[in-house]
């Protein structure tokens, strides 16, 4: 018995010992604020890069942008030309090189894959998101993790900040830009000088014009709309500074210019930037207002606080927050006259927007009207995760209907991202319940991984070009390759071959790869003609989709096979032939 109890009483000192360690090492922490920030930015660093991540190795390149981004950096490694971009063995002068030499960097390190390709727009988007938590901590210092975490969870942010191509990088350099900008408006600083013009000519070689016209925009609505009062832009020391920063430019667009013999500024400026503005692309509709409307969207579950965000600059009119209004409205002013609508285009913007609803969860009480706009926010978007899910289950088993587990993602990632912003806001609204909004947040960022990484290998089950790609394996570098009515980029990638997208008019000479689009149906009908083949038996057969497995590869075959085309939303059936 006394050997028992020395034991019990040996246990429960190690134990007091270990408690008294536990609180000593929080303590140190906790009082040490230079350790306390650096653990903090990287837990935003990796919370960002993680979420991120999730799916970004098996999610096939979404057509059409992905993989002419990824297929251009390639060929510019192969061909070791890093002045001008190549696809399919001609041109790309619609983008400048920052992204194609940031994906053969990490083509280096990894490989020619997927997430390689994607790397740079999320390690851009992560530190994105650390960026914005020191930008914050002059405006909500005791909730500046809501910032942060809140644009990560933003649908457009989980868009393009796993997409391979230039827009995260550019949004990156447009920050830093504003940022600098803001500084240099309070006070005159030369590392923030440097900042500012180094990040205008690295937005520029990220994605043109653009990162400059969102800073130039948003100083003529503060100095002339909304602030009104002398500001000195002095500090900006502009004709030295704009030499600096041309200077850096020039340094890869002279070359560049002089090798396509002009081609790069009448193309890349003349057909993707003025045309677009002046003709829609790819025949896209004009809806006005657009910029008004589609942010509730790309925003969301963010944008449930727009209610606050409108509060917050009443209440808390400052210099800082007609700049920071400044700077959201600046890209949409500039796209509401160009031509093209795409949601991301404004995207710029965005980072304005996460730093004032920062202070209005820090600051300011929620009205009556921010509250009832985002409980009705909230209420819709479930609904519309409810109908999705619907959706998913009435569509029949996943043998008729494999789009069934996309669209159950789909609406779960709906659900579960209204879940985590809820719980942020009753962690910053509650202090008594902190401990159960932790849990829900972290429960739903752990199933959100879970989800993507799901959504990612159903997608890339069903891509057609995935499903047809074992079939390149084999193909010769001297093939000739055609394609008609399915002609996607991701084709190029896939097979690492040049294509030409023209109809076999005669019969070949092998090696050759042949592919015609026999069908294609939009999603929306494809689904209409499951629930129609649901209640009329007979027609089942026709209305079903088929995802039957690709015989295996050899030197010759053909056959027909379906699949999704991610880059426009349909399923589609092709017959294809070759010979090597």
């Known amino acids: 018995m006394d050997s028992i109890n020395g034991s019990f009483k040996k246990g429960s000192v190690q134990k007091i010992k270990m408690i008294e360690l536990f609180n000593l090492s929080k303590?140190?922490?906790?009082?040490?604020?230079?350790?306390?920030?650096?653990?903090?930015?990287?837990?935003?660093?990796?919370?960002?890069?993680?979420?991120?991540?999730?799916?970004?190795?098996?999610?096939?390149?979404i057509d059409r942008d992905e993989p002419r981004f990824a297929q251009a950096a390639r060929e510019m490694l192969e061909k070791k030309n890093y002045l001008v971009p190549f696809f399919n063995g001609e041109y790309r002068l619609d983008k400048p090189p920052l992204i194609y030499w940031l994906m053969i960097f990490s083509y280096s390190l990894l490989g020619i894959n997927e997430f390689s390709a994607r790397l740079p727009s999320i390690l851009a988007c992560s530190i994105l998101s650390v960026i914005l938590y020191r930008f914050s901590s002059s405006y909500s210092p005791r909730f500046r993790l809501f910032v942060p975490l809140s644009f990560i969870c933003s649908v457009q942010t989980l868009i393009h900040g796993r997409l391979a191509t230039a827009d995260m990088?550019?949004?990156?350099?447009?920050?830093?830009?504003?940022?600098?900008?803001?500084?240099?408006?309070?006070?005159?600083?030369?590392?923030?000088?440097?900042?500012?013009?180094?990040?205008?000519?690295?937005?520029?070689?990220a994605k043109g014009p653009i990162s400059w016209l969102v800073p130039l925009f948003t100083f003529i609505l503060f100095r002339f709309v909304f602030w009104r009062k002398p500001s000195s832009i002095l500090s900006l020391y502009f004709i030295p500074g704009s030499l600096f920063c041309l200077g850096i430019i020039s340094l890869w667009a002279i070359p560049a210019l002089i090798e396509t013999k002009g081609l790069f500024w009448k193309i890349g400026m003349g057909e993707h930037v003025i045309r677009r503005g002046m003709e829609a692309f790819d025949n896209r509709p004009f809806i006005p207002f657009y910029y008004f409307i589609s942010p509730f969207l790309s925003l969301f579950?963010?944008?449930?606080?727009?209610?606050?965000?409108?509060?917050?600059?009443?209440?808390?009119?400052?210099?800082?927050?007609?700049?920071?209004?400044?700077?959201?409205?600046?890209?949409?002013?500039?796209?509401?006259?160009?031509?093209?609508?795409?949601?991301?285009?404004?995207?710029?913007?965005?980072?304005?927007?996460?730093?004032?609803?920062?202070?209005?969860i820090s600051e300011t009480k929620p009205t009556r009207f921010s509250i009832l706009f985002a409980l009705f926010l909230y209420i819709l978007f479930f609904v519309f995760s409810l109908l999705i899910l619907f959706l998913g289950f009435a569509a029949?088993?996943?043998?008729?209907?494999?789009?069934?587990?996309?669209?159950?993602?789909?609406?779960?990632?709906?659900?579960?991202?209204?879940?985590?912003?809820?719980?942020?806001?009753?962690?910053?609204?509650?202090?008594?319940?902190?401990?159960?909004?932790?849990?829900?947040?972290?429960?739903?960022?752990?199933?959100?991984?879970?989800?993507?990484?799901?959504?990612?290998?159903?997608?890339?089950?069903?891509?057609?070009?995935?499903?047809?790609?074992?079939?390149?394996?084999?193909?010769?570098?001297?093939?000739?390759?055609?394609?008609?009515?399915?002609?996607?980029?991701?084709?190029?990638?896939?097979?690492n071959k040049i294509w030409k997208w023209d109809p076999?008019?005669?019969?070949?000479?092998?090696?050759?790869?042949?592919?015609?689009?026999?069908?294609?149906?939009?999603?929306?009908?494809?689904?209409?003609?499951?629930?129609?083949?649901?209640?009329?038996?007979?027609?089942?057969?026709?209305?079903?989709?088929?995802?039957?497995?690709?015989?295996?590869?050899?030197?010759?075959?053909?056959?027909?096979?379906?699949?999704?085309?991610?880059g426009r939303m349909s399923w589609v059936k092709i017959e294809y032939s070759y010979q090597y």
């Open 27 to 61: 303590n140190l922490i906790l009082n040490n604020t230079r350790l306390c920030s650096y653990l903090t930015i990287a837990f935003v660093f990796l919370f960002s890069f993680i979420f991120l991540s999730a799916g970004s190795f098996s999610l096939p390149l």
């Open 301 to 360: 579950p963010a944008s449930a606080f727009f209610g606050l965000f409108v509060e917050t600059l009443r209440k808390k009119w400052s210099m800082d927050n007609a700049f920071l209004l400044s700077w959201f409205l600046a890209p949409i002013l500039i796209f509401s006259f160009y031509a093209t609508e795409l949601p991301h285009y404004i995207m710029p913007g965005f980072p304005a927007y996460f730093l004032v609803i920062g202070q209005a």
């Open 169 to 205: 990088v550019m949004v990156l350099f447009v920050t830093l830009a504003q940022w600098a900008f803001l500084n240099l408006l309070h006070k005159k600083s030369w590392s923030w000088l440097f900042v500012f013009w180094i990040s205008l000519a690295l937005g520029f070689l």
């Open 504 to 566: 076999l008019s005669s019969q070949l000479n092998p090696p050759y790869f042949s592919l015609r689009q026999e069908t294609e149906t939009s999603l929306s009908k494809a689904l209409l003609n499951v629930f129609q083949g649901k209640k009329q038996p007979q027609l089942a057969q026709k209305t079903n989709f088929s995802v039957d497995n690709l015989p295996p590869p050899g030197k010759w075959g053909e056959g027909k096979i379906e699949g999704l085309n991610l």
């Open 396 to 495: 029949g088993p996943t043998v008729d209907n494999p789009l069934k587990p996309v669209f159950l993602s789909i609406g779960l990632i709906i659900f579960l991202l209204s879940l985590f912003s809820g719980a942020m806001m009753h962690y910053a609204y509650k202090n008594s319940s902190r401990a159960i909004s932790i849990s829900i947040m972290a429960t739903a960022y752990i199933t959100l991984n879970c989800v993507f990484g799901f959504l990612a290998k159903d997608l890339h089950s069903l891509s057609l070009t995935s499903r047809i790609s074992p079939l390149f394996k084999n193909m010769p570098f001297s093939s000739q390759n055609y394609a008609w009515g399915y002609t996607e980029p991701s084709l190029v990638f896939y097979s």
